[in-house]
C-alpha cells in the first residue's frame, strides 16, 4: 500500500489501528524508507494538511538517521515545508534532530528569502536539542541580531526566542545580545520574551555586564512594576538570575547586587504587596511568587545587610488591616530566613512565632502565607519552633486539610513538623491526619499542584511512622487502591495516587500479601491505558515484594517494552523496577532473567546516565542468579568495555577523583558479586580486571565489596592476589581496605580483613 494512502488511514477512526500497526512496522524495519516515505509526503501539495503535519511528526519521531542516504530528500523536503505555516513548527523540530554542516547555511540563506520567522524558530530548535555548535551558535545569532531590525513584529519575536536559545553556546555575542535585549525589552510588544531573554544574560553575560547595563536594567524593572502581573513577575525572575549566579561564583563576586540593593529591594516590595489580576486567585499569584523568590537568592547574597530594610517594611506591613499587606509581610519574613546568620535572626524568630501561629487561622491569602512562611522556620530552624508551636501547627493544619488553595503551602509546613513527630506519632493521631490528607486530596485536582502536596507530605507520614501505626497504613492501602479503582474508570490513575500506593506498600508489604491479585490487575489497567507511566512501573516493584510471581510474570512485557533509551524517564523507573523484582523473587527470577539481562545490556550500552543505572540493574541480577546468570561471558565482556576507557583514564590521573567514579564502582560491585558465586572457568580472566578497579573505589558500599572481592580471591586465587599486591601501590590500597574490615563492627567483615591481612 502507498505510503500516503497508510497516512490517511491513520486519520479515519475504524483504519487507524491497522494503519499505525503497519507504519510502526516500517519505521522499525525499513528506517530510511520510512523517513523518505514521511519526505516525500511532506512535499506532495496534493495532500490534505493533516496528512502532511502527520509526516512530520512521525518524520520526527524518526530521527536522527545513521548513513547519509537519505539525507538530501529529506533536507530539501524540511527546508521546503519551513516555508508553509501549516508545517514549518513541525519542519523545525526535525531540523533540530538533523546537525548536518550544511543545514545552518541553508537556515541562513532560508532567511534571507522572506522566510525568517521560520528558520529562526529552526535555529532555535537546533540550539535547545544540543544540534548546534559553537561556531554555528554564533553565525546564527548574528543572523538573529539583525533580525531584530525586521518590520514585521513576529520576526523580531522570533530573533529574540531564537538569541533566547541560542546565548548559551554563541561565544563572542554576549555583549551585542545583552544590548539588544536591553534595548528590545524597552518595546512594549517585545518586553516579555526580552526580558526572559535578559534572564539567560544574566547568566551568560555576567563577566560583560556593566554599572550602565544595571541601570537600565532597574529601570526597565522600575517601568514593569505597574505593567501586567506576568511581565512585572518576568522583570523579578531577571533579577533572581542574577542573584543565582552571583551565589554560584561567589568567590569573584563584583557586589552588583549590593549595588543594587537599594534599587531592588523596593521593587520586590512592590511585588509582594501588589493584588493577583486574576478575581478567582486561588493558591498562588505570579507576580508575588517571582518578589518571593528573588528576595529569597537576594537575602543569600546580602546576608544580615538584608534585614533592616525588610523587616521595616513587614513591621508596617504586618500591622495593616489589608490581609494583602499582612500576606506581603508574612512573605518577607520567611524569605529572609536563609542568607542572614543565625544568632541574628533568632531573636526575630522568636518573636514573630506568636504572630505566625495566629494567622494560620486568618483567611487563606494570610494563612497560606504564614504556612509558607512557619515551613521554611521548620526547614531551616527547626529548633527555633517549640514542640508546643508545633503542636499548634498540627492541631490546625488537620482542621484546614480540606481547603485546596492552602494545601501546598500547608503541607510544605506539615511536612516540617512530621519531619520533627512523625516517629512518636500515636496510631490514633496517624490516623487521623492520614485521614485528612486523603480527604484533602478527594477534593483537589487531580492534576494540581495541592493534589501532588497532599499525597506527598501523606508519603512523608507513612515513610517515617513508627511500626505500631501499620494497622493504620492497612487502612491506607484499602483507600489508596479503593480511589484508583475509581479513577482508572475515568481514565489513567493520577501519578501522586500511584506514588503514595508504593510508599504504603513497602510499609506493609508483610501484611498485605493477600492484596497481591487486585494489585497486579490494577496495575495492568493502568499500563494498558499509559505504557510509560513511571510510578505504574515503579510498582511493579512493591507488588513482587508481595510475593506474587504470577502476577508480575503477567506485567513482565511492559517492563520489557519499557526499558528503551529514547525514553529516558520511564526507562529508569523499569529499571528500577527490575531490580526491585529480581531482588523480591531471589531464585524465582531465573526465568525472567534472560530478557532482563538483553534488555539491559542494550540500555547499558548507551552510556550516561541510563547506562549506569542499567548497569546497577545488571549487579543486582548477579547478585541473585550469580554463576547462573545468562549470557555471563558476554555480559562480562560488556561491563569491561564500558568501564575500561574510563579506568585508563582514572590510572592517568593518578587516583585524582573522577567524574566516572560511580561506574567503576558498580562494575567492580557487579564483579564482585559474580567472583563470589560465580563458575571460575565462565570468569576466567575477569579477577585481573576487577583487581585494577580497587583504587578507585572511594564509597563506603563500594570498599566493603573490595574487601569481599580481596577476600574470595584470597580463598580461591592467591597466586594471581599475591603477584597484584607486589606492586606497591596496590599493596597500599588493600592495607587501607583490611584497616577498614578489622575496624567494622561487621563479623563478615572482619573474617574477610584477616583473611586477606595473611597475604599482606
Not at 407 to 412: D, F, I, K, P, V
Not at 480 to 509: T, W
Request: charged residues 20%.
Amino acid at each position: 500500500m502507498a505510503f500516503p494512502e497508510l497516512l490517511r488511514q491513520c486519520l479515519a477512526p475504524k483504519e487507524r489501528g491497522a494503519a499505525e500497526g503497519r507504519l510502526l512496522e516500517l519505521r522499525a524495519t525499513e528506517p530510511a524508507q520510512f523517513a523518505v516515505g514521511c519526505a516525500q509526503a511532506l512535499q506532495d501539495a496534493q495532500l490534505p494538511a493533516e496528512v502532511r503535519q502527520m509526516a512530520a511528526w512521525l518524520l520526527r519521531g524518526a530521527l536522527p538517521l545513521t548513513g547519509a542516504a537519505a539525507a538530501v530528500p529529506l533536507q530539501a523536503a524540511l527546508l521546503q515545508a519551513l516555508e508553509s505555516p501549516a508545517l514549518c513548527r513541525a519542519a523545525a523540530l526535525c531540523c533540530a534532530k538533523m546537525p548536518w554542516p550544511q543545514l545552518v547555511p541553508q537556515l541562513l540563506q532560508l532567511g534571507q528569502r522572506g522566510f525568517g520567522k521560520e528558520a529562526l524558530k529552526a535555529m532555535a530548535l537546533l540550539a535547545e536539542e544540543g544540534a548546534a555548535s559553537s561556531s554555528s551558535a554564533a553565525s546564527m545569532a548574528e543572523a538573529a541580531l539583525k533580525a531584530l531590525q525586521a518590520p514585521d513584529l513576529a520576526t523580531r519575536l522570533a530573533a529574540v526566542e531564537a538569541l533566547t536559545a541560542l546565548l548559551p553556546k554563541a561565544a563572542g555575542s554576549e555583549q551585542a545580545v545583552l544590548a539588544a535585549a536591553l534595548g528590545a525589552a524597552k518595546a512594549s510588544e517585545l518586553r516579555l520574551e526580552a526580558l526572559r531573554l535578559l534572564e539567560v544574560c544574566a547568566r551568560e553575560c555576567y563577566d560583560v555586564i556593566s554599572g550602565s547595563d544595571l541601570q537600565q536594567l532597574a529601570e526597565v524593572a522600575a517601568g514593569c512594576a505597574s505593567g501586567s502581573e506576568l511581565v512585572a513577575s518576568q522583570a523579578l525572575e531577571v533579577w533572581e538570575a542574577l542573584a543565582a549566579k552571583e551565589l554560584e561564583m561567589a568567590q569573584r563576586s563584583r557586589g552588583l547586587l549590593g549595588q543594587a540593593a537599594p534599587l531592588l529591594l523596593p521593587l520586590l516590595q512592590q511585588g509582594l504587596q501588589r493584588k493577583p489580576e486574576d478575581p478567582g486567585w486561588q493558591e498562588r499569584s505570579t507576580l508575588q511568587d517571582s518578589a518571593r523568590a528573588c528576595l529569597m537568592a537576594t537575602a543569600k547574597v546580602l546576608g544580615d545587610a538584608v534585614l533592616q530594610p525588610i523587616l521595616a517594611f513587614a513591621s508596617t506591613a504586618m500591622g495593616s488591616e489589608d490581609m494583602w499587606q499582612r500576606r506581603a509581610a508574612l512573605l518577607a519574613f520567611g524569605a529572609v530566613q536563609d542568607g542572614p546568620s543565625a544568632p541574628t535572626l533568632q531573636p526575630l524568630v522568636q518573636m514573630a512565632l506568636p504572630r505566625l501561629l495566629e494567622a494560620l487561622t486568618a483567611p487563606s491569602v494570610e494563612a497560606s502565607s504564614a504556612f509558607w512562611a512557619l515551613g521554611r522556620l521548620l526547614e531551616l530552624h527547626p529548633a527555633a519552633v517549640p514542640d508546643d508551636a508545633q503542636a499548634r501547627i498540627f492541631e490546625v493544619a488537620v482542621l484546614r486539610l480540606t481547603e485546596p488553595c492552602l494545601a501546598e503551602q500547608l503541607c510544605y509546613c506539615l511536612d516540617g513538623v512530621v519531619d520533627q513527630q512523625a516517629a512518636v506519632l500515636e496510631p490514633r493521631l496517624f490516623g487521623t491526619v492520614a485521614e485528612s490528607l486523603l480527604k484533602g486530596a478527594q477534593v483537589a485536582d487531580p492534576h494540581s499542584r495541592a493534589h501532588l502536596a497532599l499525597f506527598g507530605c501523606l508519603n512523608e507520614l507513612l515513610a517515617r511512622a513508627a511500626e505500631d501505626c501499620l494497622p493504620q497504613m492497612e487502612l491506607v492501602l484499602e483507600e489508596v487502591m479503593r480511589r484508583a479503582d475509581v479513577e482508572l474508570s475515568r481514565g489513567p490513575v493520577s501519578r501522586s495516587l500511584l506514588s503514595c500506593l508504593r510508599v504504603v506498600l513497602q510499609r506493609v508489604s508483610e501484611r498485605s500479601k493477600r492484596c497481591g491479585p487486585a494489585l497486579g490487575a490494577l496495575l495492568d489497567r493502568s499500563l494498558r491505558l499509559d505504557p510509560t507511566e513511571e510510578e505504574a512501573l515503579r510498582a511493579i516493584g512493591s507488588l513482587a515484594a508481595l510475593g506474587d510471581a504470577q502476577a508480575v510474570v503477567a506485567l513482565w512485557p511492559f517492563l520489557l517494552s519499557a526499558l528503551r533509551v529514547d525514553l529516558p524517564d520511564p526507562c529508569l523507573a523499569a529499571i528500577s523496577a527490575v531490580t526491585d523484582v529480581a531482588k523480591a523473587l531471589g531464585e524465582c527470577f531465573a526465568p525472567l532473567g534472560a530478557s532482563a539481562v538483553e534488555a539491559l545490556a542494550a540500555v547499558a550500552k548507551a552510556g550516561g546516565r541510563l547506562g549506569l543505572r542499567a548497569t546497577q540493574g545488571l549487579s543486582a541480577i548477579f547478585e541473585v542468579l550469580g554463576r547462573h546468570t545468562p549470557h555471563l561471558p558476554e555480559l562480562l565482556a560488556l561491563l569491561q568495555s564500558l568501564a575500561g576507557p574510563k579506568l585508563e583514564e582514572f590510572e592517568r590521573s593518578q587516583g585524582a577523583v573522577h567524574e566516572s567514579q560511580e561506574l567503576l564502582e558498580v562494575v567492580l560491585l557487579a564483579h564482585e558479586a559474580l567472583l563470589c558465586q560465580g563458575d571460575s572457568a565462565a570468569l576466567a580472566g575477569s579477577a585481573g580486571f576487577a583487581l585494577r578497579l580497587l583504587p578507585a573505589m572511594r564509597t563506603a558500599k563500594a570498599r566493603r565489596g573490595a574487601l569481599k572481592l580481596l577476600r574470595h580471591l584470597a580463598q580461591e586465587a592467591p597466586l594471581e592476589l599475591r603477584a597484584f599486591l607486589a606492586q606497591g601501590a596496590a599493596r597500599s590500597c588493600a592495607t587501607e581496605l583490611v584497616m577498614m574490615g578489622a575496624a567494622s563492627p561487621n563479623s563478615a567483615l572482619r573474617e574477610a580483613a584477616n583473611t586477606v591481612r595473611a597475604l599482606l
